[in-house]
């Protein structure tokens, strides 16, 4: 079988644009090509590029043999791009071109401003705090892409240790050592009773007024500091807490209770729009509030610090009204 033979470009890039030994890549001949098809002056061309006319008139000819064509047609008075020239142009342009970004891209890597975060979270992020972070982060750094992953806070610690995930936003407390973390969010509870409850004479609603109602609340093994918390808040308040059934997801306790199933307690955010047949009422728990924090292993590349700081500099939202 005989050789394929090569297009000129892909010739004269497979023995110039990679590097020999002792030698940087070489770019300039294909810019100073470049610049004199725009020209067609080898005089204005040489001074675009800052450059003597000689060492121009060298550079495309030196490119001209390792090609093996000519480039330009040339005499005394004219200069104008050969047949070969003009098939050459554009893929040299886009050559050029590719360079650029690459060098761009490198550059953009190396000060955290490109690349991918894998972030998990919690149902309350979903109302207000994430999409404010994905419009600020995506407003200040368009490069940066986030992969997200609705996940309970068990999963997403167990995810920063296996490091399927590069941060998360977990539901405060955390006792896990090897996790920092950073509050961004803290909001208050609400009560989610059925549209036809004898709560729902009441405007707002005190822990003793739930004394004889158990309640669905989150279970404990998808956040084990938030339940531990809540339900020592309520103590604190003078309530034990009837439980009629641990869940997992909020959203399944707000389906149970709009079919009459009982009522819930949740964090105001974690029902993020009212569904029919349910009513909401305020908790009054004055010493105790839900919180939701940033939690990461390390901070060891330029992306994840780009992204700490943004994501810290959104403050600490308040659900509180």
């Excluded at 990461?296 to 994501?311: P, S, V």
Aim: glycine share 6%; charged share 20%.
């Amino acid at each position: 079988m005989g050789k394929v033979a090569l297009p000129p470009l892909a010739q004269w890039q497979a023995t110039r644009l990679l590097p020999q030994e002792g030698e940087e890549m070489e770019l300039k001949p294909l810019r100073s090509f470049v610049v004199l098809s725009e020209e067609l002056h080898f005089g204005r061309a040489a001074e675009r590029l800052c450059i003597v006319q000689p060492a121009l008139s060298m550079q495309i000819k030196a490119l001209e043999d390792e090609l093996g064509v000519v480039l330009f047609d040339r005499d005394r008075h004219k200069v104008e791009l050969s047949a070969a020239g003009k098939i050459f142009l554009p893929e040299a342009q886009a050559t050029l071109a590719q360079a650029q970004r690459a060098m761009q891209r490198v550059k953009s890597a190396d000060s955290g401003e490109i690349g991918s975060i894998r972030l998990g979270f919690v149902s309350s992020l979903l109302p207000s705090y994430l999409p404010r972070l994905i419009r600020e982060l995506h407003a200040s750094y368009p490069l940066i892409e986030l992969e997200l992953k609705d996940m309970p806070t068990p999963d997403q610690l167990a995810a920063l240790r296996e490091n399927k995930i590069d941060f998360g936003f977990i539901r405060l407390p955390t006792e896990n050592k090897l996790v920092s973390t950073q509050q961004v969010l803290e909001e208050t509870f609400i009560v989610v009773l059925p549209e036809n409850h004898p709560l729902c004479a009441y405007a707002t609603l005190c822990p003793q007024d739930l004394a004889d109602y158990p309640a669905f609340i989150l279970a404990r093994r998808f956040a084990p500091g938030f339940y531990d918390e809540f339900l020592q808040a309520l103590k604190r308040s003078g309530l034990s807490l009837q439980i009629l059934q641990e869940l997992g997801e909020f959203t399944t306790m707000v389906a149970l209770i709009a079919a009459g199933m009982g009522i819930g307690i949740m964090p105001r955010l974690a029902m993020a729009a009212k569904p029919d047949h349910v009513a909401v009422r305020e908790l009054l728990l004055p010493d105790h509030k839900s919180r939701v924090g940033m939690a990461w292993i390390a901070l060891d590349t330029a992306l994840k610090r780009t992204f700490f700081e943004m994501a810290a500099h959104l403050g600490t939202p308040s659900a509180a009204e």
